[in-house]
């Protein structure tokens, strides 16, 4: 049986992106959550500046935080100006983040941001997944599979 797609979340421009994450984790649920930000990383943001290759999110305390994601600082801002690697709250309905922590807790799973982008209504969402971590011999035959339909690509190519 295969596995299902997961909804594709309203992208009209996407700052960045973990590309990393579907190679080192299987990626089991994707949500879109909203994202706490200050003035000047909305600006940094939307002069496509930001990283999350990094970062992961965490639960405490019922609220769920995005660490280690790199916002620089916007460059005509003034001393009010904020800090490029604090952690950002991430707006998520309870029961989501109820989800969220009974599986890092139980199952042993992680939090990994897929994605920051802007909505079509102009808001920054993030697009997180419930991961679970893949060992090296995994790693190998996603390598493998991947150059192998690269190749059929290929060959269907060339024989037309």
Do not use: C
């Amino acid at each position: 049986m295969a596995r299902p797609h997961h909804p594709e979340f309203e992208k009209t421009k996407v700052v960045a992106e973990n590309r990393r994450a579907r190679f080192e984790y299987y990626i089991e649920d994707v949500f879109e959550a909203g994202i706490a930000l200050t003035g000047t990383e909305v600006k940094s943001l939307r002069f496509g500046e930001g990283s999350i290759a990094e970062s992961y999110a965490e639960v405490k305390n019922g609220e769920v935080w995005l660490v280690n994601s790199n916002v620089p600082e916007f460059s005509h801002g003034n001393r009010h100006n904020h800090v490029p690697k604090r952690p950002r709250k991430l707006l998520l309905k309870e029961r989501e983040i109820a989800k969220f922590h009974g599986a890092v807790e139980r199952k042993g799973m992680t939090l990994v941001p897929l994605s920051i982008y802007f909505n079509s209504r102009g808001r920054a969402k993030v697009e997180l997944a419930l991961a679970k971590g893949k060992n090296a011999a995994d790693k190998r035959a996603t390598i493998k599979e991947r150059d192998w339909k690269r190749d059929q690509q290929r060959i269907m190519r060339d024989h037309q």
